[in-house]
């Protein structure tokens, strides 16, 4: 059984960063693609990045040149780089594996103004 588990989040003020990581446990074959999603207070959860196993990686444009995504060669660990925060980034962020439909609990990010 495969498990997700991300961390990292935190209080930021705006214009900081933080790197979130998700860390997947039990048989990791068929993990990838992965994403990274969050969900703000009162909106629903959407997609922030993703990344294959053979290291592409996407992120969307309301992020682009702020957040990336990497990860190590298909291996069990993901990252979500944040840089220059925002406060409408404030939001739980989770991590999920596309291929498997399975998310982790998430990681609380808040940025002050």
């Known amino acids: 059984q495969v498990k997700l588990a991300e961390s990292g989040g935190g209080l930021v003020q705006a214009g900081g960063s933080l790197r979130l990581t998700c860390v997947a446990s039990?048989?990791?074959?068929?993990?990838?693609?992965m994403a990274w999603h969050r969900q703000a207070p009162g909106k629903q959860r959407e997609l922030v990045a993703t990344?294959?196993?053979?290291?592409?990686?996407k992120v969307v444009n309301s992020v682009k040149g702020r957040f990336s995504v990497s990860g190590e060669n298909a291996g069990d660990t993901i990252y979500l780089q944040m840089n220059d925060l925002k406060p409408e980034d404030t939001a739980v962020y989770y991590c999920?594996?596309?291929?498997?439909?399975?998310w982790g609990q998430g990681t609380q990010v808040t940025v002050s103004s």
């Open positions: 999920k594996s596309i291929k498997m439909d399975i």
């Open positions: 039990g048989d990791i074959s068929n993990i990838y693609p």
């Open positions: 990344i294959t196993g053979g290291g592409s990686r």
